[in-house]
């Protein structure tokens, strides 16, 4: 049941985030107007409105005007209830489980925007790294989350001129307190070199001139990895430093 009822706020809560991914970038409130079709602007009844299920049922189009409706309405639910299924698989703790899949579905729509936009906005960024202070011991969690915060500022203004170029944005460092508090150091620098690794493979596989690569979306894939894996990399890290 506990379960059922996490996957379900799961699918709920990547309902809004596709509200906060097509509005907030835009300046737009996310709850003012109401629900509507992007094309006719004709207003949505409720039950047009049923994460994942009404785009089932309407088999992907507008009820008023017919156009199809994007896939991404339906794939960012999924992956909001995939992500707390899987937090809750792992951390059995309701309280919990809600908390840490409120983040890293945060993180998702954080990625995302980063990737459409180039720039992440502080509404979704901040509330996410102060939920983060409250997953373990708040003091040591915020200790951590300043460490690499300070870490990541250091590096940005040192890579910044060396380049002469602006090359790191304030969200990443955010991003990196996120990882602090989750984490602790050793995780968390772990997951830092795990992101630059993701990263640095998509990098060779896009190369496309000019194109600049946005870093949080392998941030928050590094850090999710981590988490879910944090026995095994201890396990390996002890092996390494025996």
Not at 10 to 15: E, P, T, Y
Not at 65 to 87: D, K, M, R, V
Not at 210 to 221: K, R, T
């Amino acid at each position: 049941m506990e379960l059922f009822l996490v996957t379900l706020i799961g699918l709920c809560f990547g309902s809004f985030l596709n509200v906060a991914i097509l509005r907030i970038p835009k300046g737009e409130s996310i709850n003012f107007p109401s629900s509507h079709c992007p094309t006719c602007k004709h207003p949505l009844k409720w039950y047009h409105n049923i994460p994942l299920f009404s785009w089932l049922f309407l088999r992907g189009k507008c009820a008023f005007c017919h156009t199809s409706i994007s896939l991404q309405y339906p794939l960012i639910e999924l992956l909001g209830a995939l992500i707390f299924l899987i937090i809750f698989i792992k951390t059995p703790l309701v309280n919990e489980a809600l908390l840490l899949g409120a983040i890293f579905a945060l993180l998702l729509a954080l990625s995302l925007i980063d990737l459409r936009y180039k720039a992440v906005p502080d509404t979704l960024s901040l509330p996410a790294l102060f939920l983060s202070f409250f997953v373990g011991s708040p003091l040591v969690s915020f200790q951590n989350a300043l460490l690499f915060m300070g870490g990541f500022t250091l590096l940005r203004f040192s890579i910044s001129s060396i380049m002469k170029k602006e090359v790191m944005g304030e969200a990443d460092i955010i991003i990196a307190g996120i990882i602090g508090a989750l984490l602790g150091i050793k995780l968390g620098c772990s997951s830092i070199y795990l992101s630059a690794i993701i990263a640095l493979i998509a990098f060779v596989i896009v190369r496309k001139k000019g194109y600049e690569l946005p870093f949080i979306p392998f941030l928050s894939l590094g850090l999710f990895i981590t988490w879910l894996f944090d026995t095994e990399i201890l396990s390996i890290l002890g092996m390494i430093y025996a």
